[in-house]
């Protein structure tokens, strides 16, 4: 039954408690922005859509086209050295080739050597995940436990250091690039160093902590396809060793797709250099470990430079400039269109 | 009492001990005998869970569901190494999360369960122990007890009555929270116990009870009480069952039979029916669908794995040999199929279901807490009792409404009576809401009479002056209404009369007559005494012609104490006009005028007039009829013709308009859910009449209406010709108005819609609840179901609530709409649960349809809120957010299935798993949640002022299998791009230092922010109501991802998880790149701008009805609106009057007899046998101080008020006043059935007191179309 006094509100009597708050949230009357699809919005937004994109792109391609880029692939030039390491028995015997380019210009400015691969699946699933970025943090982990799995341990139960389908798959030729002046031959000054991300080199990879790095890799041992142990990658730098050797570490930070290229080495401006590479002969030697024809890869080696967007790539200043174009148009389609409607409505309101 | 809405499916299980109850043993007073056979005891358990069992329980009925299996299926196969694609948080944090935010919800609910629980179960009870009564809670009563009831209290437990404080062992129940019926029944113990009056002897008694098992038949019980060697049947007739009330019965006793869960209150409240809504369904066709297409990406990436590690993989295996046990590439194929269903299952969103609920949720908190649909008299807000089915208010078609208490407040007003050619009353205006938004003149002040009704108003003083002027013919009349009725009085204590009258109508009259100085004070068999302007005159009643439905009238004859003989006859015109006498002609003419003018203005009118009879005609007369009354055969038909006789030739004294009271914008709510193209059937239990007048007094019906069809036939044959008749009717309208050949072209593609839309002019159908159960048989129903709606309006009359349930299912079923019914009372509960949305006026005294119901509220004007503002916001809101999360899961999970292209369909992931992890419930559910929440495409008035609004709603235009594949479209084209931008841009790149660009977590990290990042500016395009919280989640969510990605890629994480946190560094290198900044910028573009152009063409070239079709369209609507409202007043009725409405036969005889008056009120009446002394001498005293302050009203006035009485309304209990009628005498179903809506009316009316006062903001809200 109901209060019947209810029914009859008197004065004085307390505010009914079940009257909901009389509040913006509650009654849905928040003060609120809302914005309209206007057509001076629309075609404000696309012309400036428009003339962003189109300068942007041309930007884009002005400055990638000057960018300097020498690309050589040496897979079928090497052909002796792919088919002696087709045969994966050979793995510890040397096999060298020559690769002769000409520079007709000069390329100035700073020089960065790569190496491509084509068709190297470094994005494969089972790929990326078969590495143990605890054991590359020096720390002393079973690596069992990891994804490193086939290439964990040997038989003996020996782990690998470092273990894992990336590392036992280090792209392990080593080129020099050498520079023909005057029938003499002058070996251009390389840095492998510096060439990978601060954090990378500083945070990611640590190498045990021992006195020395031999002993800080004892009880461990290379992967199955390296021709010699980690601690021995670069014998001549102590911080270039181990884990935080920079080859390993730009091997490590996998690519998106199979093709694709890693920076090797920069070129060293001093004496003849400091301007970057002067025009003329030079030869590429290339110590070939890497067999890539097993499975149809190829191999290059890329000399260019770099602007403020990056290397030589067309696609986003092509990618720009089409779609700036684009928007201008539809902006105009837009106007036309509109025009058009807005006659019709006239003429049915009349 | 409370009926449980959902009751756990344990009950059924649970019941007796060792599988099922073949008998029933129970002995009274032998509670150790009862025990052996371990009944159910009283308590009653709705909840599901207690604080041990929650969490399996709950977990248990989560994983039932197949979307949580789904997803624990996919976290198995996650943990399955050579599948697992990702790492299996990414799925349980999301699953944790959902199944934290149902298991807090459930157990919310289930608290709520146990606190009602508590409260049944404690409730108090008398249980006879020992010979003592002893106050019990009701959860220790037990099989066998004997328990004391007493009035208006709840049975505690199925009872068998043993005895009562009426004779004979009678005693009242109401059964509405049983079966809906709100008459009161009787029950009678069986005669032996009956006498077992007081505790003593009752705790003497020692009988034993054998019957049936517990069931859920309500209305069957058998068994046998065994008591000093005697067998005695029981039946139902003997039961008391729990869910009932004791009406008008001092106290009784009964033996518990059966208890708690075994009652059949419970043993009938089943689950209700889980009622989902469209956009649930269609959710679930779309999962599904998806689900198949997930399963071809996986079939047709497992391919290309297959393929791939055939070509590829196999000479690849130097670096990268096969897993361990993958020996064949078909087999890896086999394995990355699965992997691919792990990356790809986000494309079946987790977080999709408990978003819904969510946003949801968040409709049903706004409908709750709108203050415009909180009615302060009632003190009752809207309450959204269900929270799943907000958007499907936004896309109503039908609206099934009851009559009586939701359009009509069930309150008679006597408005308007023409006495001698004139008409009194016009001060007020009939045009509801308009009058309360002016000045309201005076009522008419009735201080001067101390029996005045106080709630009684009256606006024309004019017709008080005539009374004091002692107009003979407004005297009349007045006495008339104070002596030609069937209303039983009770004087509680001097002064406080209470009126019970069978019919409303007639306590209008009555009550109008006794404020106008005419006050029926009280009747025995055989007298009336009315104070006639403080004056106590006694009639002699000779005899009531009682009313009955061929007659449609009643008389009474009286002699006046000064001897005088009278008849004095009220009826419909249409009868009594013919039977007045030549002399009346002007009269005649003058009272017609004013009679069509009332009906014009929805009112009910009743025509008064007398006739002197001549004391030798009278006795003749009496004679003949005494004659007839006891001939044994053909009484009826000599009855009739006696009266017939009788009542001729009689002067006509005017007529009386009574207003059956809609509730507030009622009309103006119609007009605009009719304009929102909402079509309203009636469907009331009433009679024909009383329908068509509330039809048209709401504007349903209008005389513009080309034709109104009724359907009365009482055979199939006969319906079958009215339908058809109907139909071809419209169809030659439209055919001779239309182009014939297009509608014949139209009607062969079979669609009602095209039926409807071809019909021209407006039609309405009334529909008799007769010719309605023809209608409903299936061979039929299509045809009936045809030509209902190619009607504007569709009343049906005296349907059972059976009839409702089956109109609502008919239209379900045929017209794949979302149907809506709204009722108040218990007969329309059934209506109710099987409409999409059931809709309960809340705040009246049954609450059965209110429990029943999704919605509730206590005014039927806030439908049109509740519709069109808030339905109408939840089905946009609901379809944008749908829409969008679609839209984003699928860009988000497509970039894998290009980049499976590309990394040899090895389910290598694009993202992060912590990005993929996050990504539905961390960077993209906050913003969506918010616009599914708070969006608002046009503010609410304007969906008042433009019911057009929602038709988008009804024909299911903003979230249909069209729109969802648009959405899917754009998320696909969206991870078109998303991928190979970046792929393009990467693919040889440099970064700005020399170093390698395309690395594959730079990669992942510009693809994850360039996603986050659109899918922002594509929900900041969607979201078209910018409310702060808004910004804060868009921009939060925003910061969020960026806060997250370093934190995630920062040194110290993974120092700690090296193994987890690969990704350390990546973000600051990654995101210091121009390229990478530009390409983000790019994909943003390319994504976006197409979207924005199609959108704007879209809005500048068809726009929704938003623009100029709507505006155009509304002009149209407003002209015909107005049209409407002009034309309304000066309508001609044919319709008009029908005697007192819900008038029943029967009564004149019941009060001749006397049987149905009670002891007290006949004492009362004859001032002689009332036990005390003291009473008799005040009534004495009052008597004789009355008839000396005759001359001056107002004397009795002073003495009253000296008195100290006061003038209370106190009302009546509205159900305990009625036991006038049932004392023995068996009243025809159909009777009860009125009157108990009589009584209803009359505790409605008693304790609503003159209700006019609006509702505060009422008005606010019922922007009306018809004065624009």
């Known amino acids: 039954m109901k209060n019947k006094t209810s029914f009859l509100p008197q004065e004085g009597e307390a505010r009914p408690s079940r009257c909901p708050d009389n509040s913006a949230f509650k009654q849905q009357k928040l003060p609120a922005w809302k914005p309209q699809l206007t057509i001076a919005a629309v075609l404000s937004s696309f012309f400036l859509t428009g003339v962003f994109c189109l300068s942007v792109g041309v930007c884009l391609i002005m400055s990638a086209n000057s960018v300097r880029e020498i690309q050589i692939d040496y897979s079928d030039k090497c052909s002796d050295c792919s088919k002696l390491r087709e045969n994966s028995s050979n793995w510890n015997k040397e096999c060298h080739c020559s690769v002769n380019f000409m520079l007709k210009e000069d390329i100035l400015g700073d020089v960065f050597m790569y190496y491509g691969l084509q068709n190297f699946y470094q994005n494969h699933r089972r790929y990326v995940i078969s590495r143990s970025d605890a054991q590359l943090l020096g720390r002393n982990v079973n690596i069992q436990k990891s994804y490193c799995a086939p290439f964990t341990t040997y038989r003996n139960g ?148 770099v602007v403020w967007s990056g290397g030589s790539n067309p696609f986003l200043g092509i990618a720009y400039v089409v779609s700036g174009t684009a928007a201008t148009l539809t902006g105009f389609v837009i106007t036309v269109i509109h025009l058009k409607l807005r006659k019709k409505k006239t003429f049915f309101q009349k | 009492m409370t009926v449980p809405r959902d009751m756990p499916e344990k009950w059924r299980r649970v019941r007796g001990p060792g599988g099922a109850e073949e008998e029933r043993r129970v002995r009274a007073n032998a509670r150790e005998y009862n025990e052996k056979f371990q009944y159910a005891s009283n308590c009653i358990k709705t909840s599901k869970y207690n604080i041990v069992t929650f969490l399996p329980v709950n977990l248990f009925e989560q994983f039932q569901e197949v979307a949580n299996t789904y997803f624990l299926f996919l976290l198995i196969l996650q943990l399955i190494p050579q599948i697992s694609s990702l790492s299996w948080f990414t799925t349980i944090v999301p699953l944790v999360l959902v199944l934290t935010i149902t298991a807090v919800k459930d157990a919310t609910d289930d608290y709520f369960r146990h606190k009602s629980d508590n409260q049944v179960n404690n409730r108090q009870s008398q249980v006879l122990i020992g010979g003592v009564l002893r106050q019990e809670q009701w959860m220790n009563v037990r099989v066998g007890d004997i328990i004391k009831l007493e009035n208006n209290q709840f049975v505690a437990a199925d009872l068998l009555l043993l005895s009562s404080s009426e004779p004979h062992g009678l005693c009242y129940i109401e059964t509405a929270e049983l079966d809906g019926e709100t008459n009161m029944k009787v029950r009678q113990a069986i005669p032996v116990t009956s006498e077992l009056g007081d505790t003593s002897k009752l705790a003497q008694f020692d009988g034993e009870v054998i019957c049936e098992p517990p069931n859920n038949k309500l209305d069957k019980f058998g068994g046998m009480l065994y008591w000093k060697e005697n067998k005695y049947p029981l039946s139902n007739q003997n039961m008391l069952l729990r869910g009932c009330v004791l009406r008008n019965t001092e106290w009784c006793f009964g033996l518990v039979i059966f208890a708690g869960p075994d009652t059949k209150l419970m043993q009938n409240s089943g689950r209700t029916k889980f009622k989902r809504t469209s956009i649930d369904r269609l959710m679930n066709t779309l999962v599904l669908w998806i689900f198949g297409f997930l399963v071809c990406m996986g079939v047709i990436l497992a391919i290309g794995n297959a393929i791939w590690e055939h070509e590829v993989g196999v000479c690849f295996q130097i670096y990268l040999p096969w897993d361990e046990g993958v020996h064949s590439a078909f087999f890896s194929g086999f394995l990355s199929f699965w992997s691919y269903i792990i990356i790809l299952n986000t494309v079946v969103p987790i977080s999709l279901y408990v978003s819904v609920e969510v946003i949801r949720l968040g409709h049903s908190y706004f409908i709750n807490w709108d203050k415009k649909m909180y009615c302060a008299k009632r003190r009752t807000p809207a309450e959204a009792r269900t929270t799943t089915l907000n958007e499907e208010l936004g896309q109503v078609e039908y609206i099934f409404s009851d009559k009586t208490g939701t359009l009509t407040q069930n309150i008679m007003v006597f408005s308007k009576c023409s006495v001698n050619g004139h008409s009194y009353g016009d001060m007020q205006d009939m045009l509801g809401h308009k009058v309360e938004l002016r000045e309201r003149p005076e009522p008419v002040d009735f201080s001067f009479n101390p029996l005045a009704d106080p709630r009684f108003q009256f606006w024309d003083p004019s017709l008080l002056e005539a009374v004091n002027l002692g107009d003979p013919h407004v005297h009349e009349f007045f006495r008339l209404l104070s002596l030609c009725h069937t209303v039983m009085s009770e004087e509680k204590s001097e002064g406080e009369l209470y009126y019970k009258a069978q019919s409303p109508d007639e306590g209008a009259l009555v009550t109008a007559a006794r404020n106008f100085g005419f006050v029926f004070r009280s009747r025995t068999p055989k007298t009336i005494t009315v104070h006639e302007l403080g004056r106590a005159i006694t009639y002699q009643l000779l005899a009531i012609l009682d009313f009955n439905n061929i007659r449609k009238r009643m008389s009474v004859i009286v002699r006046s104490p000064e001897g005088k003989i009278r008849l004095y006859c009220k009826g419909a015109d249409t009868i009594l006009l013919e039977r007045l006498h030549p002399i009346n002609q002007d009269l005649t003419n003058v009272t017609t005028d004013h009679l069509n003018e009332y009906a014009g203005e929805g009112l009910r009118t009743l025509v008064l007039a007398y006739k002197d009879l001549e004391e030798s005609y009278y006795e003749d007369w009496s004679e003949r009829l005494h004659r007839a009354g006891s001939a044994p055969e053909a009484r009826e038909d000599r009855l009739a013709r006696l009266y017939d006789e009788v009542e001729h030739d009689m002067m006509l004294l005017g007529a009386t308009a009574i207003e059956d009271k809609l509730q507030h914008g009622v009309p103006e709510t119609i007009a605009i859910l009719t304009l929102a193209n909402i079509k309203i059937w009636v469907l009331t239990g009433d009679k024909q009449e009383t329908a068509v007048n509330i039809g048209y007094s709401c504007k349903m019906l209008t005389d513009d209406m080309t034709e109104v069809f009724v359907v009365t036939g009482h055979t199939v044959l006969e319906v079958r010709e009215e339908l058809r008749k109907a139909r071809e009717k419209m169809m030659d309208a439209s055919r001779s108005i239309g182009n014939g050949f297009s509608y014949q072209e139209k009607l062969s593609s079979s669609k009602f819609t095209s039926v409807l839309e071809a019909i021209a002019g407006e039609y309405a159908l009334v529909i008799n609840g007769h010719s309605l159960a023809h209608a409903l048989e299936a061979d039929m129903e299509v045809e009936f179901l045809e030509t209902a709606c190619a009607c504007k309006a569709v009343i049906c009359c005296r349907v059972t609530p059976l009839q409702k349930a089956q109109v609502v299912e008919l239209v379900k079923k045929y017209k794949k709409a979302v149907t809506l019914a709204i009722g108040d009372g218990a007969n329309d509960v059934s209506m109710i649960k099987t409409a999409h949305i059931g809709v309960g006026i809340s705040g009246q005294e049954g609450i059965q349809a209110v429990l029943a119901s999704d919605y509730s509220f206590s005014q039927f004007k806030f439908l049109q809120r509740l519709l069109l503002v808030h339905g109408r916001w939840s089905y946009l809101r609901m379809c944008k957010f749908l829409c969008y999360f679609f839209y984003k899961n699928f860009a988000f999970t497509m970039v894998h299935f290009w980049f499976g292209f590309f990394c040899g369909f090895s389910a290598q992931t694009v993202y992060d798993q912590y990005f993929i992890t996050l990504y539905n419930i961390v960077y993209t559910s906050l913003p969506v949640l918010a616009m599914g929440v708070f969006d608002q495409d046009v503010p609410e008035q304007r969906s ?87 910004h804060f989640f868009i921009w939060g969510s925003l910061a969020a991802y960026f806060a997250i990605l370093f934190a995630m890629h920062s040194d110290g994480l993974f120092q700690l998880f090296p193994n987890q946190f690969r990704f350390v560094g990546n973000a600051q290198n990654t995101l210091a790149q121009p390229t990478v900044w530009l390409t983000i910028a790019l994909t943003t573009v390319v994504c976006i701008m197409p979207v924005v152009a199609f959108r704007f063409l879209k809005l500048d070239l068809k726009p929704e009805l938003s623009d100029t079709v709507r505006y155009t369209q509304l002009v149209r609507k407003k002209q015909k609106t107005q049209h409407r409202c002009m034309r309304r007043v000066g309508r001609v009725g044919s319709r008009r009057s029908g005697y007192a409405f819900s008038h029943q036969e029967g009564f004149g005889e019941l009060i001749m007899s006397g049987k149905n008056m009670r002891l007290s009120s006949l004492a009362l009446s004859s001032f002689a046998t009332r036990p005390s002394a003291g009473w008799i001498e005040t009534l004495r005293k009052k008597k004789g101080s009355d008839s000396s302050t005759a001359a001056s009203p107002s004397g009795a006035a002073d003495k009253t008020l000296k008195d100290g009485r006061p003038l209370s309304p106190a009302a009546p209990s509205g159900r305990s006043s009625v036991s006038i009628h049932l004392h023995g005498v068996q009243i025809p179903h159909h009777t009860r059935m009125y009157y108990a809506r009589a009584t209803a009316a009359g505790g409605r009316r008693g304790s609503g007191g003159a209700v006019t006062a609006p509702c505060p903001l009422a008005h606010s809200s019922t922007t009306c179309l018809l004065f624009i």
């Open chain 1, 158 to 305: 020996t782990p690998m250091a470092p273990c894992g389908a990336i590392a036992n798959s280090m792209f392990n030729d080593t080129i020099d690039l050498f520079y023909n002046l005057n029938s003499s031959v002058i070996q251009v000054p390389l840095l492998k160093t510096g060439n990978s991300w601060w954090t990378d080199k500083n945070v990611k990879f640590r190498n045990p902590k021992s006195y020395n790095l031999s002993s800080a890799f004892a009880g461990t041992a290379r992967p199955p396809y390296w021709q010699k142990p980690v601690y021995l990658l670069d014998e001549e730098d102590e911080r270039n060793n181990g884990y935080v050797n920079d080859d390993f570490i730009i091997w490590m930070r996998v690519s998106a797709f199979a093709t694709f290229r890693n920076l090797y080495r920069r070129v060293r401006r001093i004496r003849q250099f400091a301007d970057g590479l002067p025009a003329g002969n030079y030869t590429f030697h290339i110590s070939y470990n890497f067999p890539v024809t097993k499975f149809k890869g190829r191999k290059h080696v890329i000399l260019s430079t």
């Open chain 2, 944 to 1030: 008042m002022e433009y019911p057009k609004l929602y038709e988008p709603g009804q024909l299911n235009l903003l979230f249909n299998k069209r729109e969802f594949f648009i959405c899917i479209a754009q998320g696909i084209y969206t991870s078109v791009l998303m991928f190979f931008i970046p792929y393009g841009v990467f693919a040889d790149a440099t970064r700005d230092d020399g170093a390698q660009l395309a690395d594959y977590q730079s990669f992942a990290v510009t693809v994850a922010t360039s996603l986050v990042i659109v899918v922002s500016v594509q929900i900041g395009l969607d979201t078209g109501f910018w409310t702060a919280i808004n």
